[in-house]
C-alpha cells in the first residue's frame, strides 16, 4: 500500500511523505504506482521549479519527501490538488493508498 502523509501547519499543508508500492500489480507495471509517481512528480516539480519556493524535496529509501517552510496559497493550492488527485486514484483502485494529515 502507498502511504501519502500530508503535513499541516496552522491550518495550511505544508508538505508531504509519500512511500510505498500500490500492490495493483508488480513493480514496473504498477499504474496505480505509475499515476502516483507522476503527480507527486509534477507537485514536488511546480512548488521547487516552477514557484521557486522555499522548499525541500528528497528523494531517500523509496520515500519522496516534500516541505515547505512558508506556505502560501499558491503552494496550498498544489498540495491540496495532489491530495484530491491521490483521493481520486483511490476511488478507482481501492485498498492501494493510505492517506493521513499529520500536524507539524
Known sequence: MIRAEFYESKGLLSGFKISGHAG??????DIVCAAVSSAVSLAAN????GFHSDAQAS???GAVVLTVKEPDEKTQ???TMLEQQLKIILEEFPKTIKITISEV
Open 24 to 29: 495493483y500489480a508488480e513493480s514496473g507495471q
Open 46 to 49: 511546480i512548488i521547487t521549479d
Open 59 to 61: 528523494d531517500k529509501g
Open 77 to 79: 493550492a498544489v498540495l
